[in-house]
């Protein structure tokens, strides 16, 4: 029997104005999203520039020892299942989970929703202005332009298992720096640790960064360095955020929900 029904209209009317405030902050953020692919997408190509500034990061990975990205794919290409793997992760693991997580959390908590929301906002502002001043190759490109480290594109490339598409757009294939695809993974982990204290949850979603770190890496589309940075472009755009909101009343204290 339905709340109107039995006597509670309050009740449904509160249960469609949360719908209605639900749907109207998903397309908001979604409105975000698609101005963040087209001012990322604009930027016209700069290939030569782009491909130095890939080369200086390699060299500083490996000044340091940490320039293992080639080691990682080689390792896991002749796994075919594990690539199949790593190669959906990276097409349908990120922008379909944020999607889940943000209707998650919208339902149960609008001002923390609104929270996530300018976090990804504010790291989206840095990384547009990063894409037109410092555009970047992923390790995928290198080879074609004449700089053969090992790299195979596993994604993109010929013998891909899955359909990555993007509208035209919205492609700019030298938007490597900083690497949002692990970076809003992590912002979705956070979000996730954040709001419960279930401890699968929380275990699940270090796993996705995680996993998306190593998908990330294996399918040749971006360096260690890449995602470092985008990591650390959330977590001070969290700080940011957080410091801005304290002038009010911060909506974000630690919760003591289940999942």
Do not use: C
Not at 24 to 30: K, V, Y
Not at 67 to 89: C, D, G, K, S, Y
């Amino acid at each position: 029997m339905s709340a109107m029904a039995s006597g509670n209209p309050g009740r449904a009317l509160a249960g469609r104005a949360r719908i209605r405030l639900a749907a109207s902050e998903i397309l908001g953020t979604a409105a975000i999203m698609v101005a963040y692919f087209l001012l990322r997408g604009i930027r016209p190509p700069d290939a030569e520039g782009s491909v130095m500034r890939s080369l200086a990061v390699i060299r500083f990975e490996q000044q340091i020892g940490i320039f293992q990205e080639v080691r990682w794919q080689a390792m896991f290409l002749p796994h075919q299942n594990l690539m199949a793997i790593a190669n959906w992760v990276y097409a349908w693991g990120h922008y379909p989970v944020m999607l889940v997580i943000a209707l998650w959390l919208v339902v149960k908590d609008p001002a923390r929703f609104r929270f996530i929301r300018n976090v990804l906002l504010l790291s989206a502002t840095v990384g547009v202005i990063s894409y037109w001043l410092l555009p970047a190759a992923p390790p995928r490109l290198m080879e074609i332009h004449g700089y053969d480290f090992g790299f195979q594109d596993t994604v993109h490339g010929a013998q891909s298992t899955v359909s990555y598409f993007q509208p035209g757009p919205f492609v700019n294939d030298y938007a490597a720096l900083p690497s949002f695809h692990f970076g809003w993974i992590l912002l979705s982990s956070l979000a996730i640790w954040a709001n419960t204290v279930d401890r699968y949850a929380r275990a699940g979603a270090i796993a996705m960064s995680a996993v998306m770190w190593w998908a990330v890496t294996v399918t040749g589309n971006h360096y260690f360095f890449d995602m470092v940075f985008g990591g650390l472009v959330v977590v001070l755009a969290w700080l940011a955020v957080d410091a801005l909101g304290r002038r009010r009343a911060s909506p974000w204290a630690p919760s003591s929900g289940g999942a």
